[in-house]
Nanobody
Framework: QVQLQESGPGLVNPSQTLSLTCTVS??????????WTWIRQPPGKGLEYVGH???????YAGPSLKSRTSIFRDTSKNQLTLQLTSVTPDDTAKYYC??????????WGQGTQVTVSS
């Protein structure tokens, strides 16, 4: 079955670049019509769409984070990477990756907590 596992640094200093990895197993990330999305949930707040990358490598970011977000993939490792530049404490959140099929976020990773603090 499809499984996703996020990994990242846990603590990031303000103004630095956050880099998170999502390792996918059970399906190749290049499988047609799959997409892979990043979502975050700040403490005490709801889920926020960060961006996604499609099976063909096309990537997209949410409007509020678009200028700071890059999403790319390593097909040899079946991994996705999220980079968020110039982080601030407002970027503190639990970050999730999820598979997207037929428009639904259907399989989620367990998430990784990121704290932005000096």
């Amino acid at each position: 079955q499809v499984q996703l596992q996020e990994s990242g640094p846990g603590l990031v200093n303000p103004s630095q670049t956050l880099s998170l990895t999502c390792t996918v197993s059970g399906v190749a990330i290049t499988t047609s019509y799959y997409a892979w999305t990043w979502i975050r949930q700040p403490p005490g707040k709801g889920l926020e769409y960060v961006g996604h990358i499609r099976y063909n490598g096309d990537s997209y970011a949410g409007p509020s984070l678009k200028s700071r977000t890059s999403i790319f993939r390593d097909t040899s490792k079946n991994q996705l990477t999220l980079q968020l530049t110039s982080v601030t404490p407002d970027d503190t959140a639990k970050y999730y990756c999820a598979s997207v099929t037929n428009g639904a976020w259907d399989v989620w990773g367990q998430g990784t907590q990121v704290t932005v603090s000096s």
